[in-house]
Nanobody
Framework: QAQLKQSGGGSVYTGESLRLSCAAS???????????MGWYRQVPGKQCELVAS???????VYEDAVKGRFLISTDHAKNTVYLQMNNLQPEDTAVYSC???????????????WGQGTHVDVSP
């Protein structure tokens, strides 16, 4: 099994930056890596939306609203995915959560789960 631990987030003003981290680790042993990870955000009363995702081969997908401002990247040595958020706007205010498919062993066993969520608040 595995787990995802998020860090980062907080309160900033318009135009500032934040970096979110989502670190994957094994709960009963080591993991072999991250197959895919996504960052989602949820605003009360609105549908949860995918902000960005990254595959093991490095291919990425971004929501149109964050293109050019957010950057998703992976540190495979640390089994951690980062979401660098630049030029933050009040409409970026939300709870951000990561999800991931983790490769557990050489047999192809995978684990899927979510991080605990972290709040990002952007004031005008």
């Amino acid at each position: 099994q595995a787990q995802l631990k998020q860090s980062g987030g907080g309160s900033v003003y318009t135009g500032e930056s934040l970096r979110l981290s989502c670190a994957a680790s094994g709960t009963s042993g080591t993991i072999l890596g991250i197959n895919t990870m996504g960052w989602y955000r949820q605003v009360p009363g609105k549908q949860c939306e995918l902000v960005a995702s990254i595959e093991r081969d490095g291919s990425t997908v971004y929501e149109d609203a964050v293109k050019g401002r957010f950057l998703i990247s992976t540190d495979h040595a640390k089994n951690t995915v980062y979401l660098q958020m630049n030029n933050l706007q009040p409409e970026d205010t939300a709870v951000y959560s990561c999800d991931a498919e983790i490769k557990l062993d050489s047999h192809g066993t995978t684990w899927y789960g979510w991080g605990q969520g972290t709040h990002v608040d952007v004031s005008p």
